[in-house]
T-cell receptor, first 115, second 111 residues
Framework: SQTIHQWPATLVQPVGSPLSLECTVE??????LYWYRQAAGRGLQLLFY??????ISSEVPQNLSASRPQDRQFILSSKKLLLSDSGFYLC??????????????FGEGSWLTVV | DAKTTQPNSMESNEEEPVHLPCNHS???????IHWYRQLPSQGPEYVIH???SNVNNRMASLAIAEDRKSSTLILHRATLRDAAVYYC????????????FGKGTKLSVIP
């Protein structure tokens, strides 16, 4: 079976510090990978998605970047965090292929508080 | 991507059926209709999806209008554990990898 893990689960970071959130998927190959963010009381905002190693598409211009160094690894980074980067970050995966019926599966989420 | 419209919030009494509506008037012929729900402090989880015909699974039923411009997620007997935000989203046709979530409907279940 397939599983998705992301870490850390919770972190508190000062403004201007770097960020690295990591996500890995097991039990599948060449998945589509996603990073979403949810600000307090808000809906889910798609930040980045990737259809293969080194292939990153950004949905929203911002202070964050993403990388996919390996097939099942997706990393969200920032060089200098802003207060507005606080939120609940979710990694997700979806089977490859162009079937629109494919379900998306989410990780447990990472709570980021920038102080 | 085609957009969906859902009520911001709904209430239901425990053990009663719940009908959560979703409008998607600009849906294209290849768009699937997906429903996810998000419990507090958790990532969204898949509930059900369909294309044209009504669908049933152990969690819920999905009723799709004949013109596909609206759909309804049906929880047959609401429990307290069903209190969550429910998202109706469209999965765009071949060539698109995005799944865009709106604000969803916050369902409260009253004991």
């Amino acid at each position: 079976s397939q599983t998705i893990h992301q870490w850390p689960a919770t972190l508190v970071q000062p403004v201007g510090s770097p960020l690295s959130l990591e996500c890995t998927v097991e039990g599948t190959s060449n998945p589509n990978l996603y990073w979403y963010r949810q600000a307090a009381g808000r809906g889910l905002q798609l930040l980045f998605y990737s259809v293969g190693i080194g292939q990153i598409s950004s949905e929203v211009p911002q202070n964050l970047s993403a990388s996919r160094p390996q097939d099942r690894q997706f990393i969200l980074s920032s060089k200098k965090l802003l207060l507005s980067d606080s939120g609940f970050y979710l990694c997700a995966w979806r089977r490859t292929g162009l079937s629109p019926g494919n379900t998306i599966y989410f990780g447990e989420g990472s709570w980021l508080t920038v102080v | 991507d085609a957009k969906t419209t859902q009520p911001n919030s709904m209430e239901s009494n425990e053990e009663e059926p719940v009908h959560l509506p979703c409008n998607h008037s600009t849906i294209s012929g290849t768009d699937y209709i997906h429903w996810y729900r998000q419990l507090p402090s958790q990532g969204p989880e898949y509930v059900i999806h369909g294309l044209t015909s009504n669908v049933n699974n152990r969690m819920a039923s999905l009723a799709i209008a004949e013109d596909r411009k609206s759909s309804t997620l049906i929880l047959h007997r609401a429990t307290l554990r069903d209190a969550a935000v429910y998202y109706c989203i469209l999965s765009a046709g071949a060539g698109s990898y995005q799944l865009t979530f709106g604000k969803g409907t916050k369902l409260s279940v009253i004991p």
